[in-house]
Structures are given as structure tokens and as C-alpha cells.
């Protein structure tokens, strides 16, 4: 299965709809593959929170429209990233669109982890509550978003509902960059998953952005990362590996923890 991450550079000289136009045409060059990821919130930057509100869209608004004809275009299987949603009742979401190689919306996702210790994202947006994992020909994808990185339970319940490639969109800063690398690898080892991690590049409302995303394989091992830039980072990888890498070292059968309930223990 060949996977196509486009990391994309927000700058604030960009306006929203020509950086839409211009994703759409980096989606449409990814034709031969069979999966392209978008970072989370590409249309404003993961940082713009003053845009959030005027540029929140219906899910089925402009960038919709234009992803589902450039996954056409391109006949891949596509993770649009996600953008600042408007829900018809008026709250705000961040929510993730996934199309099919003929256009059809084949899942949404909603951050259920929303980031900024009671300011930005996480008092201006709702959370999501549901977990999505889609069926591809070649691999069941679990479909998280950039803070939701930090909580391996997520990716856990994800893996125990099939997932075997797990899927991260983000507007990881720079400063961090070091957890973006060790979380990633972190959550395809414990999982033996594949991990497919896309950030974006350029500068969030004054936030320099990480870049480097990065594939990892079940075992841990890093097969390709991007550099700080914009840039298209493809690489091949061999769905079977996950069963394969499950059965040598079945480490996922000795769980003890997560399974059913605890037994309660009374204490004098």
C-alpha cells in the first residue's frame, strides 16, 4: 500500500480558499497512490484561534466540496485533515473528513482530546465523543488528531476495534517536536500498528510549526520522516506486517489491564 502525507505549510500570506485550491492540487498529484493524509487544520493553522469562528464551515462546506472532487481526481482513498466544523446547532468542532477513491464521505471524526488547558481549542470547540476506524482494501485505519497523540487509551480502543494502521492529522509545534517523534513511535510499538503521523509546516499565529512527519512501522522502526519544510512524504508499506508482527511477538494477547472491569479490593 503506498501512502502519500502532504505537509502542508499555513503561513498567515495565504488566504484560506487559495490554500484550499492549492491542497486540492497537491491531493490530485498523488494519484498511484492508494491513501493521501492532510494535516489537522490546514485551512487556518491548529493556532489561528481568532479564525476558528469565521472560517468554520458546514461539513459538507467548501473544503469538503473540493477534497471529495480532488480524491476523485486523483482516485486515492483520502484523510482530508481536519477543519474547524460548524455544527447546525452553532458549536464548533474539529472534525476529520475521509473520502473514497469515487468521492463518497466514508467517515468523519470529531477531536475527542482538545488541546489548551481551558483556553484556545479547548474552550472554543466541543469534543467529539465517537471513535471512527475505516475499512480500506488493504488495511483498517484508526483515525486520531494531533493532542489525542498523548493518550494511548484512545489508541488502545481503536487497535480492540480493529485497527491496524493508525492514522494522526496535526499542527504539532515545533518546540515539541521531540514528543511528536517518541509518541509516534510509542503508539506503533505498544499497538503493533503501523502509524501514519502528518503535521503541518509553516507558522500558526506566531507558532513555528514541527514538521517531520513520520511513518512507523509495528515494530517502531522509522521508514520515512519529512524534514521541517513543506514537502510530500510517500512511502510503500506491507499491510501484512501487522499480523505478522502480532503473531512473532503476541505481546497485545497478555493484557491483563482494560479487558473487563477491575475486581474491587477492600481496605480496612
Known amino acids: 500500500m503506498r501512502a502519500s502525507l502532504i505537509q502542508i505549510a499555513v503561513d498567515e500570506g495565504e488566504s484560506v480558499a487559495e490554500r484550499r485550491l492549492r491542497a486540492a492540487a497537491l491531493v490530485r498529484e498523488q494519484a498511484g497512490s492508494d491513501l493521501v493524509v492532510l494535516p489537522e487544520l490546514w485551512t487556518t493553522g491548529a493556532f489561528a484561534y481568532d479564525l476558528f469562528g469565521s472560517e468554520a464551515e458546514p461539513l459538507r462546506g467548501p473544503t469538503y466540496e473540493a477534497m471529495a472532487k480532488a480524491a476523485t481526481d486523483a482516485g486515492v482513498w483520502l484523510h482530508a485533515g481536519s477543519i474547524p466544523e460548524r455544527d447546525p446547532d452553532g458549536s464548533l468542532y474539529n472534525t476529520s473528513l475521509l473520502f473514497s477513491p ?15 488547558f481551558d483556553r484556545g481549542e479547548a474552550v472554543l470547540m466541543g469534543a467529539g465523543s465517537d471513535l471512527v476506524t475505516l475499512r ?23 487497535v480492540d476495534a480493529g485497527a491496524e494502521t493508525l492514522v494522526i492529522s496535526a499542527g504539532w509545534p515545533e518546540r515539541r517536536r521531540a514528543h511528536w517523534t517518541l509518541l509516534a513511535r510509542a503508539r506503533a510499538v505498544e499497538n503493533q500498528a503501523f502509524v501514519l ?14 514538521g517531520h512527519s513520520i511513518v512507523v512501522d509495528p515494530w517502531g522502526e522509522v521508514l520515512a520522516e519529512a ?29 491483563m489491564l482494560g479487558l473487563e472491569p477491575p475486581r474491587r479490593q477492600d481496605t480496612p
Open 102 to 116: 469515487s468521492g463518497e464521505a466514508v467517515a468523519s471524526y470529531r477531536k475527542i482530546h482538545r488541546f489548551g
Open 136 to 158: 480500506l482494501p488493504e488495511t483498517t485505519l484508526g483515525v486520531t488528531t494531533c493532542y489525542d497523540l498523548r493518550f494511548p487509551e484512545l489508541f488502545r480502543a481503536l
Open 197 to 210: 503521523a502528518c503535521g503541518t509546516a509553516g507558522t500558526h499565529a506566531g507558532v513555528p510549526q514541527a
Open 227 to 255: 524534514g521541517p519544510g513543506e514537502q510530500v512524504l510517500t512511502v510503500d508499506i506491507d499491510p501484512a506486517k501487522v499480523a505478522e508482527t502480532r503473531e512473532q511477538f503476541p505481546a497485545l494477547k497478555d493484557r
